[in-house]
């Protein structure tokens, strides 16, 4: 059974940092693309980062120069490294996975973004 579970969200000031990470089991994530997604309350599901296999990162321009995404593959993990929050920035941050035979989804972290 594959299981994506993320972990590191949390409360933190404009200006901040955090470091998301999700932990991939059951599969090996190494020939495939992973990403991070995020969901802010009454807004629609968006793209936040992506790496491919060959460890190429795609950011979207809301948050390119301040998020920086990386897998280790032998730990089969994916973090986000997240400088320079903004209060625009809190949502709940899912961990995505698309294998050839399936689509996975973590439960999320929460990050928000307050004084």
């Known amino acids: 059974q594959v299981q994506l579970v993320e972990s590191g969200g949390g409360l933190v000031q404009p200006g901040g940092s955090l470091k998301l990470s999700c932990a991939i089991s059951?599969?090996?994530?190494?020939?495939?693309?992973v990403a991070w997604h995020r969901q802010a309350p009454g807004k629609q599901r968006e793209l936040v980062a992506r790496?491919?296999?060959?460890?190429?990162?795609m950011y979207a321009l809301f948050v390119k120069g301040r998020f920086t995404i990386s897998r280790d593959n032998a730990k089969n993990t994916v973090d986000l490294q997240m400088n320079s929050l903004k209060p625009d920035d809190t949502a709940l941050y899912y961990c995505?996975?698309?294998?050839?035979?399936?689509?996975?989804w973590g439960q999320g972290t929460q990050v928000t973004v307050s004084s």
């Open positions: 059951g599969a090996d994530s190494t020939p495939y693309a």
């Open positions: 790496i491919s296999s060959e460890n190429t990162p």
């Open positions: 995505h996975l698309s294998t050839f035979a399936d689509v996975y």
